[in-house]
C-alpha cells in the first residue's frame, strides 16, 4: 500500500479493468450499479506499482501544464510588456518545470522539490534529464546550464553577476534568439 494512502480500489466490469484508484465502498457502489443492470463486476485492488505509476503521471501533467502556464507568461512579459528581467525568471521555470515533467517519471515528488537532490538548481536537474534521455541532440543546451553557472537559476545569476537589468549571463545574452523576437532584441 502506498504511503499516506489507503488501498485503492477499482472494478472489472464485463471483463474490462476500470482503474478507478477509489475507495471500497465507491468500488462497491459500482459494482452494485452493474449487477443490477445484469453484468458481471469484480472489484480489485490496486498494486504499490499501479499507485505509483498513477501518481507519476499525474506529476508529469501537473509539471507540463504549469510549464507551459510559465512560458506564456514568460513570452507575453517579453514580447508585449517588455519586462526582461521578468521574463527570463519566467522562462527559466519554464524551462525547469519541463525538465522536471520528464524527471517525474523516474522521480518521486519529493526528490524532484528535495532542494539537496534538485530543488530549483538547473545544472542538477539538467544533469539527470540528460541522463535519463539521453541523446547527442541535447549538448547543445549545456551552455545554458552548465554547472559553473552556478547553484541557483539562470536568470538569478544574470543578476547577480553583474547585469542589474538581467541581460548577460556570463558574457552572453541568457534568452535565446529562438525566443525572444527580433524586434524585442533590437531595444537592448
Not at 53 to 75: G, K, N, S, T, V
Not at 165 to 180: E, P, T
Request: a positive charge.
Amino acid at each position: 500500500m502506498a504511503k499516506g494512502i489507503g488501498p485503492l480500489f477499482g472494478v472489472e466490469i464485463d471483463g474490462e479493468r476500470k482503474n478507478l484508484f477509489g475507495s471500497l465502498a465507491t468500488a462497491k457502489e459500482l459494482q452494485a450499479a452493474v449487477v443490477a443492470q445484469g453484468g458481471k463486476a469484480v472489484i480489485f485492488e490496486h498494486s504499490d506499482a499501479e499507485i505509483k505509476a498513477r501518481d507519476a503521471e499525474a506529476a508529469e501533467d501537473w509539471f507540463f501544464d504549469l510549464a507551459m502556464q510559465y512560458y506564456i507568461a514568460a513570452r507575453v512579459s517579453a514580447v508585449l510588456v517588455g519586462l526582461m528581467p521578468v521574463c527570463g525568471n519566467l522562462y527559466h521555470h519554464a524551462v525547469e518545470l519541463f525538465l522536471k515533467a520528464g524527471l517525474s517519471r523516474k522521480y518521486s515528488m519529493r526528490d524532484l522539490a528535495n532542494r539537496h537532490k534538485f530543488g530549483h538548481c538547473l545544472p542538477k536537474i539538467w544533469a539527470a534529464f540528460k541522463a535519463d534521455f539521453a541523446s547527442p541532440a541535447l549538448r547543445q543546451f549545456d551552455d545554458h546550464y552548465a554547472p559553473e553557472m552556478g547553484r541557483n537559476s539562470v536568470s538569478r545569476q544574470g543578476l547577480a553577476g553583474g547585469g542589474t537589468d538581467g541581460r548577460r549571463v556570463g558574457g552572453r545574452h541568457f534568452l535565446h534568439r529562438a525566443v525572444v523576437p527580433a524586434k524585442v532584441r533590437s531595444k537592448w
